[in-house]
């Protein structure tokens, strides 16, 4: 009866070792696809800008504001006052959405 016991208590020595060793190898691969992750975050948007920043909406290419050397087109004049009230906000979206705002063109800068 004893022998069992000791048995059982090496086995469960053993299970919680290889669980904590199975825990530790998972987590070491989840930080690694989570570094790739955030690099393929970080690399430069690639989708040119075809949605306005406020609401979604198709832009029009006769609508745009020029900030900080970029060209930000809109779906109508309302989405432009409300991008101009908080523009950071909306170029930090289109960022994060890895949309590619255009430059201003070099004839306007």
């Known amino acids: 009866m004893r022998n069992k016991f000791k048995i059982l208590f090496i086995l469960s020595i053993v299970l919680l070792l290889s669980s904590n060793l199975l825990a530790q190898t998972s987590a070491n691969e989840g930080n690694k696809k989570d570094k790739a992750t955030s690099n393929s975050k970080e690399a430069a948007p690639s989708k040119m800008q075809t949605k306005c920043p406020v609401l979604e909406g198709t832009i029009d290419k006769k609508l745009f504001v020029d900030y900080k050397g970029k060209r930000i087109y809109f779906c109508c ?22 949309i590619k705002v255009e430059d201003i063109p070099s004839e306007k800068k």
């Open 77 to 98: 004049a309302g989405c432009e006052k409300d991008f101009n009230k908080d523009p950071e906000k909306y170029l930090k979206k289109m960022k994060a959405d890895g």
